[in-house]
């Protein structure tokens, strides 16, 4: 079955600090492994989608890597702003199943 | 504008009721889910369907009944519910599920309060 672990937990910079979130997952049989941010009481919004044979994506200020093989995966996000604020969530594709499976998260605290 | 819409946004019942809760996409997709996110944990793959049949049931237990009567609309039928069932219940789609899963979106979510 597979796990997700995020780390860290939680997390506060100030405002302009480059962070890298970490993710990481038992099960490499995967098809692709997305990215999400969660405002608090809401829905998650897509940040970055990695397909399993693709090796980073890049958006903006966030970049998402993927080593399939070590069952890794990290979201750089440059320059940070309070806007950035939010839980950040890691969710592979497993090809066992047929729903993505998430971690718990890392909350993002940027203080102006 | 998530493309995703759900109602109602809160629900508060007590356990001998009876609810609905209601999704819609307008994205075109042919797989819909339900997660459930409770406090403290992950969130909870609770179904899902593709090309409106249901291809996992995560072991729900029977108190919740999903309902698709076509690709752009999911149901979850609520009745006879307990306090811990209290939680954000969040409801997705995406191109289709299994290996052509794409880029997955939800709506803003249904918060329930079961009394």
């Known amino acids: 079955k597979q796990e997700v672990t995020q780390i860290p937990a939680a997390l506060s910079v100030p405002e302009g600090e480059n962070l890298v979130l970490n993710c990481s997952f038992t099960d490499s049989a995967i098809y692709n492994l997305q990215w999400f941010r969660q405002d608090p009481g809401k829905g998650l919004t897509s940040l970055l989608l990695?397909?399993?044979?693709?090796r980073e994506q890049t958006s903006g200020r966030l970049n998402a890597s993927l080593d399939k093989s070590s069952g890794r995966s990290t979201l750089y996000i440059a320059a940070s702003q309070p806007g950035d604020s939010a839980t950040y969530l890691c969710a592979p594709a497993n090809q066992a199943g047929t729903a993505l499976i998430f971690g718990k998260g890392t909350t993002l605290s940027v203080s102006s | 504008e998530t493309g995703v819409t759900q109602t109602p946004r809160h629900l508060v019942m007590g356990m001998t009721n009876k609810k609905s809760l209601k999704c819609e996409q307008h994205l075109g997709h042919n797989a819909m889910y339900w997660y459930k996110q409770s406090a403290k944990k992950p969130l909870e793959l609770m179904f899902v369907y593709n090309f409106k049949e249901q291809t996992e049931n995560n072991s729900v237990p029977s108190r919740f009944s999903p309902e698709c009567p076509n690709s752009s609309h999911l149901f979850l039928h609520l009745h006879t519910l307990q306090p811990e069932d209290s939680a954000l219940y969040l409801c997705a789609s995406s191109q289709e599920s299994g290996a052509n899963t794409g880029e997955l979106f939800f709506g803003e979510g249904s918060r329930l309060t079961v009394l």
């Open positions: 990695i397909q399993s044979s693709q």
